[in-house]
């Protein structure tokens, strides 16, 4: 059978363009997954003491860990933390065994974000909602993957601090995760914006479809298949899958969620989708373009990285 030879300028050329881009991607500025000081504890309001966080690689203590990651969100953490907090409450009521926590993370935030937060913690004490107070800002993905390191649920779901998600539909990923459950331990639940796909384009300008068009073209391209929208910010996952996720987890900024999946169908967990209840909330952290062109470019960089070994992923197993 002849064997095809390549051109010998092409073949220099072709290794030439992989070294290029191998040295590119090696100087990429990686995370710094180092704690600060202040990172580990969470403020007891009744005492004014520093508390130190519980780790995810540790076994569960109470049922749900609500993280919501927030960055001056004084404004509009309040009404999140209400629908959140009565919707828990409610269901404790009925189950007195449940147990719940929520844990606020604010992600350096110039704001009174920590000390409206606070004020649910002297409400309802500090087994159902701590602060985690992050001295600089590492982006959502850093906030979300603090909160999740530091939370003691059996199910883990993270909510954007904007209440753009009804809470209560948190009910319609647990029932998934409860058929999941039966059958595998590492489950991915996510809220999924897709049913309201059509009536968002009406909405848009035809550059920010176009935009986002582009971004949902490169997420089934470059990484994650199969899941329509990696980006709403309401997922549930099972503790196992949330420890072996989140550290192996890289990217911190919008991306996150894309790496997250990514990992997640590395490792051949359940994913799942939900259609949730969304709606618009004014005060978005997301900057028309650059945000678009910041999330394009980590999609390269999670391809990249993980195809020349350059991340590692971790099966996050507990203790």
């Known amino acids: ?112 974000t920590s000390s409206v937060a606070l004020l649910y913690s002297e409400k309802y004490g500090t087994d159902k909602v701590r602060v985690l107070t992050l001295v600089k800002n590492r982006g959502k993905g850093g906030a979300v993957k603090m909160g999740v390191l530091s939370s003691r649920g059996k199910l883990i779901l993270f909510a954007d601090a904007d209440g753009a998600t009804k809470f209560e539909d948190l009910e319609k990923l647990e029932v998934e995760m409860t058929k999941c459950l039966k059958n595998h331990d590492d489950v991915v639940v996510c809220g999924s914006r897709a049913h309201l796909e059509d009536e968002a384009i009406a909405e848009r300008s035809m550059f920010r479809t176009l935009l ?13 298949r199969g899941v329509k929208d990696t980006q709403c910010g309401f997922k549930l996952l099972s503790r196992s899958a949330a420890a072996a996720l989140f550290v192996s987890l890289h990217v911190e900024r919008w991306a996150f969620d894309v790496e997250l999946l990514y990992i997640a169908q590395c490792l051949g967990m359940q994913l799942r989708e939900v259609a949730v209840r969304w709606q618009e909330i004014e005060g978005s952290k997301i900057v028309p373009f650059w945000s678009w062109a910041q999330m394009g470019r980590d999609l390269l960089f999670i391809r990249l990285r993980y195809t020349f070994s350059l991340w590692k992923i971790s099966d996050g197993k507990l203790d």
């Not at 990172?39 to 569960?60: A, G, Q, W, Y």
């Not at 986002?212 to 994650?224: A, E, I, P, T």
């Open 212 to 224: 986002m068009k582009g971004f949902h073209f490169l997420v089934w391209f470059l990484c994650v």
């Open 1 to 112: 059978m002849p064997v095809t030879v390549m051109d010998p300028k092409i073949q220099t050329a072709f290794q030439t363009s992989l070294l290029v881009v191998y040295m590119y991607v090696t100087t990429i500025p990686k995370p710094n997954n180092t704690r600060l000081k202040d990172e580990k504890s969470f403020t007891d309001p009744s005492s004014n003491k520093k508390v130190l966080f519980p780790s995810i690689l540790h076994h569960p203590t109470v049922d749900l860990s609500v993280v919501v990651p927030a960055y001056n969100e004084t404004e509009r953490l309040p009404a999140m933390l209400n629908e959140a907090t009565e919707y828990l409450e409610n269901k404790q009521k009925e189950n007195p065994r449940y147990k719940y926590e929520i844990i606020v993370v604010d992600d350096g935030s110039k704001d009174e």
